[in-house]
């Protein structure tokens, strides 16, 4: 897998208008009541970011993460709380305004990589541009530097299925990117990959928040990965149990920070 040169540089600063949190979740409350008994996965959870960078949320096996990244990426709605994403007030958006302001602010990446099997990776990339009825031209020429910055020129005609998990994850990854977010979710998201791309990976999303200035936002359960973050979140039981700086960490500190609060590592 080829990652450099690695300039993700576009020359957009992020669309957070100043003075405003990129993130800031306040006692974010969320009942799912699809099966026989109410399960209360989140509890009041809050949470803030206000500078750019690759921050990291973990926590045990059912203790909320998903739920929380989806109700900040905006794919879903909190029973009770605020939550501010970008400069805008996501949970007071009607249906409409959440689905624009998810199209035009934020980017999502999940662990499978929902790529169309029928589409090559160029036309996966500009599909959102599509849908939105956006010019085809100009869509293809940003498609096109989006998978050169995540080195993938070479795979622009090719198929997901002639394509590796890595290399389908950054296709996933440039068409998350083709609106320049400000912000980008991404849930467990070298859960398939091996560890050699989960590596490159993780220095990609790094890399990404810093020349693009935006937040990246990942849930993983792997203290290997939360070691590239600047800042982890550790969500206890619905709540944002705290959180610590993992600036010169290793792995394995981080697990005795992040346990301490409440995490155990699967
Ligand atoms: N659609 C749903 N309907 C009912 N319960 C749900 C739904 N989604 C999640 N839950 C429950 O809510 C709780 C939190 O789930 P969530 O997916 O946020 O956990 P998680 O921290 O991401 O876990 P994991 O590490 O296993 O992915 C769990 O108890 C889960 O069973
Ligand atoms: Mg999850």
Known sequence: MNTSPMNLS?????????????ICARAVRKTYRTGERPVEALRGASLEIREPGFY???????????TLLYLLAGLDRPDSGEIEVAGARIDQMNERELTLHRRKRIGVVFQQYNLLPTLNAIDNVMLP????????GPLEKRARELLGTLGLADRATHRPE??????QQR?????????EPSVLFADEP?????????????????????????????????????AHCKHVFVIRDGIVAGGFDTKGMHASDLVVRASGLGSETR
């Open 10 to 22: 576009s020359g957009a600063a992020a669309t957070k208008p100043s003075g405003a949190a990129f």
């Open 56 to 66: 990291g949320i973990m926590g045990s096996s059912g203790s909320g993460k998903s």
């Open 129 to 136: 541009g599509i849908l939105d009825g956006a010019a085809r």
């Open 162 to 167: 002639a394509l590796s998990g890595g290399e």
């Open 171 to 179: 296709v996933a990854i440039a068409r998350a990117l083709l609106f």
């Open 190 to 226: 070298t859960g398939a990959l091996d560890s050699a791309n989960s590596e490159r990976m993780w220095k990609m999303l790094d890399a990404l928040a810093h020349e693009r200035q935006m937040v990246v936002l990942m849930v993983t359960h792997e203290p290997a990965a939360a």
